[in-house]
């Protein structure tokens, strides 16, 4: 029996996204951030920079908590989805 890798079992998780977003960023924070180590830490990518400015999606979140985490500037309002939104990790 071969090891599945971190990618495959990222491939079976599946997703109820809430057209709320559970993690809100202060963009006046990041603005002026120059370390962004949100782009580094998070596994799903959900933190992108474009022209200068970090943008953020939460529909590939994964729920770590390692950007809320890294953020050493507080500029990460991070809860958890509610009800049943978010990832379902069952098939992995
Ligand atoms: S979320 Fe935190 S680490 Fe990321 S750009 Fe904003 S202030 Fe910087
Ligand atoms: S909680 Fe984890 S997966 Fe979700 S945005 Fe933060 S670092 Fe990325």
């Known amino acids: 029996m071969s090891l599945m890798t971190i990618e495959q079992r990222l491939a079976l998780n599946t997703y109820e996204v809430d057209t709320e977003p559970h993690i809100r960023l202060k963009e006046e ?11 580094y830490v998070c596994p799903a990518e959900c933190f992108k920079a474009r022209e200068g400015k ?8 994964l729920e770590c908590g390692s950007c809320h985490i890294s953020c050493s500037r507080e500029a990460i309002e991070w809860s958890y989805p509610r009800g049943h939104f978010g990832v379902s990790y069952e098939y992995g």
């Open 29 to 39: 924070i990041c603005r002026q951030c120059e370390r962004q180590s949100c782009l």
């Open 54 to 61: 970090i943008s953020f999606n939460h529909e590939g979140c």
